[in-house]
């Protein structure tokens, strides 16, 4: 800043003293000009007024022409003016001078007019560059009328002088005040600045970092007020900025020991803090600091509503899925004290591994839950009529045990079949075909299924098919699935059909009831894993039969579809080839 100040105001003051002095002096000579010319008109009037009685005199007949003119030209010649004489009309009645020039007769014509027409004296002066003139000008009045007008002129040669000797005492005033004005307003200016400057470098030096610089508390006034509370204010500020070094070392290791990435970013979507985690699982570099979010291009479309969360001051959760990982990311805005949106906190925890493991336990619990309860509910409902010894016929009991021991056995099959998907998932299943017997297949699914609810009628009208190219196990599967499907959906006194139909290269195969129906919005989403129509969920089920059907059926390579009228009732039917595909 060095003497900037110092000098602007030195220079400032100097400024203003020389304009008011040539303010004042301009005014002060207008102003003498003013009074030397009023009192020159003061001088001229007595002679006017003289000139006034001689005229009325020569008009009036009491002097002859000769006479009249004497008079007037010993009047000039006694006091060296000139005097004009004008008639009311405007025409010369008498001229003791030369003829005036255009400019001069101009301005006499304005002074006749103001005369004439406002009936009063005229004082003038004509600022000529060599020969200023001072001119008076009275009305000539008889019986209240004009009729004429007298004019004097006289040269004012004093004026240029007396305005050079004042404007020479004006500057000469000005070399000698204005020197003294400035080195006195410099010294002045030097011993208020100077504890200006010293509490201004205080004030530089905190903003640079060094809180260690003091102002000087000694001086009084005002300035000294100011030093001590810039002093207060510097201890305040490195303690406070000390403490916000520590906070935020101390908020930059709790960030690197989180597990997830995290970003901060302010209103403008510009990163303000980061994680180390965040860098490592987008293989970003560590210049991203003030990086805008939207030019980090792995990011940014799953930022989408970055804008919207920090001006609507809400937070989201969303999964991304991006290189084949699976990114949970948690957008929550930030606010001021005022309740205002300065930004936003984003976290980003990769649940790749999490979602794996949740899916395949969930697939392992539900399939092995719902597929085995099916047949354990059927040899439990063979064992207790045998136990309670309910059925005495020898054959019964021969076919009882017999439908028993074939659970079991499939029971075994299926657990074995499960544990082999569950490690053929990833790289799909493989089940093995062989010719199959259909109807005696539905024969003895429908045998199984007779006697399951009396309430409940079920049919079966399945036409003489040709044996068919699948799996045994699994199409008994499928149709164990849609019966227990059938009958959760049917009310009593319902009826669930089973029917087969010829194609030319596989069979169809139909499960029909009259039960509740599948609502419109729920049958594009029907063999969805873990879907279940009714929302209320008051019906038994894990949501995975139907698409463990639909499952199997794709890896055997046959369809099913699925035909539905809320309130009225379903029907699934797929298809078993007749030969190999």
Known sequence: MKNTITRRLTILISLALMISSVLVAFLGAVMSESIKVDNMGKQLIPALSLVEQNTLNYIDGNIDRNTYENIIMNSVEENNRQYIIFNSDGTILINTGEKTDNTTEEKINDSI??????????????DYPNNPLVLVGIPIVKENQIICAAFALECAADFLPDRMRFMKAVIISLFIVIPFISVLSYMVLQRIVKPVKNVVEVALSMTEGDFSIRADETLKGEIGFLGRTLNKMSVDLY??????????????????SLEEGMIAVDENKNITHFNKVFLDMFNLKEDIKETCVDDIEIISEDLTELTQVIEGKYSIVKNSTANGRIIRIIIASIEDEKSSAVGAVILFRDITELEKLESMRKNYVANVSHELRSPLTSIRGLIEPLMDSIVTDEKDIKRYYNIIYQESLRLSRLVDDIMELSRLQNDGAVIDKSRVDLKALLEMVYERYRLHDEEISL????????KVYTNYDRIEQVMVILLDNAYKFIKKGGTIEISTKIAEKYVAVSVEDTGEGISPDDLPYIFDRFYKSDKSRSKKGTGLGLSIAKEILNIMGESIT?????????KFEFTVHTEEI
């Open 113 to 126: 007019s103001e005369i004439l027409k406002n009936k009063k004296t005229v004082v003038k002066l004509y």
């Open 239 to 256: 303690r406070n900025v000390s403490q916000l070094f520590i906070e935020r070392n101390r908020l930059q290791k709790v960030l690197d």
């Open 459 to 466: 049919v079966y009208s399945a036409s003489p098919v040709p």
């Open 562 to 570: 699925v035909e539905s009228t809320a309130g009225k009732g379903s």
